[in-house]
């Protein structure tokens, strides 16, 4: 949505009215209590992260060519450790491969899906 709203010429941050700040228990609403941005399970914890390194495909959809990917990929294995490394070089990696190979966002998706369950399975087998 940022990007989107950027592209319009809007600040992403623009408030027009004034806003309320309050917790809301997700409970109380029939919502399950995981949440996209603060995952408790160790699926949720891996999605986020890979889908946090994903971001420059998703930004060139949009028209905004990516620069440096090569250079964030080197530095992320340099200063990450053990599964959560691995989760970013994979988000990186996917977002290089969709960018080059065009690929649709339907299959992002569904790498990404693969992707997961195959940090998974390697967690369990540790």
Request: a positive charge.
């Amino acid at each position: 949505m940022a990007l989107h709203a950027i592209k319009k010429g809007f600040f992403t941050g623009e408030i027009t009215d004034g806003a309320m700040n309050m917790r809301v228990e997700r409970e109380e609403y029939g919502a399950p209590s995981l949440t996209l941005s603060k995952p408790k399970d160790l699926k949720g914890k891996l999605e986020l992260t890979i889908e946090h390194f994903l971001f420059p495909y998703a930004a060139n959809l949009m028209g905004y060519k990516p620069r440096g990917l090569t250079t964030l990929r080197l530095m992320v294995s340099l200063s990450r450790v053990g599964l959560y490394r691995r989760a970013a070089l994979a988000g990186i990696d996917l977002a290089i491969e969709g960018i080059e190979n065009r690929l649709s966002a339907s299959e992002i998706r569904e790498r990404l899906r693969d992707t997961v369950k195959g940090l998974e399975q390697l967690s369990l087998s540790s």
